[in-house]
Nanobody, 127 residues
C-alpha cells in the first residue's frame, strides 16, 4: 500500500555532511508519521529521528540531536534526513519508515510502531 525508497547514502569523512532522501509512493494520501532508523554491523536497529505528517512535531535520538535534521516535502512525498558533523559511529545502514504513532503523545521511537520500511541506504563515515 505504501512503498518507500531511500537514496543519498555514501562515503564521507568525519565532520562532513550527507542528505538522505526517502521517496514515498502508493497511499501517500494517508497521514503517516515518517522516521529514520539505522543499523550498524552487529547491532540492533535503532531510532534516529521522526517527523509528523504535518511537520509540526519532530523527535531525535540523543546521539544525533543538534547534528541531524528531519524534514518533509509533502508536494514531493519525500522525507529528508540532513546529517551534519558526521562521526565514524554514525556509520550504518539507514532505513526510512512510515507508521501511525502519535509523536505529540511521546510515541514513535520503536520500530514496532512502523508498518512500512524502505530497503536501506549505506552511510559510511571515515576517520
Amino acid at each position: 500500500q505504501l512503498q518507500l525508497v531511500e537514496s543519498g547514502g555514501g562515503l564521507v569523512q568525519a565532520g562532513g555532511s550527507l542528505r538522505l532522501s526517502c521517496a514515498a509512493s502508493g497511499r501517500t494520501f494517508s497521514k503517516y508519521a515518517m522516521a529514520w532508523f539505522r543499523q550498524a554491523p552487529g547491532k540492533e536497529r535503532e531510532f534516529v529521528a521522526a517527523i509528523s505528517w504535518s511537520g509540526d512535531t519532530t523527535i531525535f535520538a540523543d546521539s544525533v540531536k543538534g547534528r541531524f535534521t528531519i524534514s518533509t516535502d509533502n508536494a514531493k512525498n519525500t522525507v529528508y534526513l540532513q546529517m551534519n558533523s558526521l562521526k565514524p559511529e554514525d556509520t550504518a545502514v539507514y532505513y526510512c519508515a512510515a507508521g501511525l504513532p502519535r509523536l505529540i503523545l511521546g510515541a514513535g521511537r520503536s520500530r514496532r510502531e512502523y508498518a512500512y520500511w524502505g530497503q536501506g541506504t549505506q552511510v559510511t563515515v571515515s576517520s
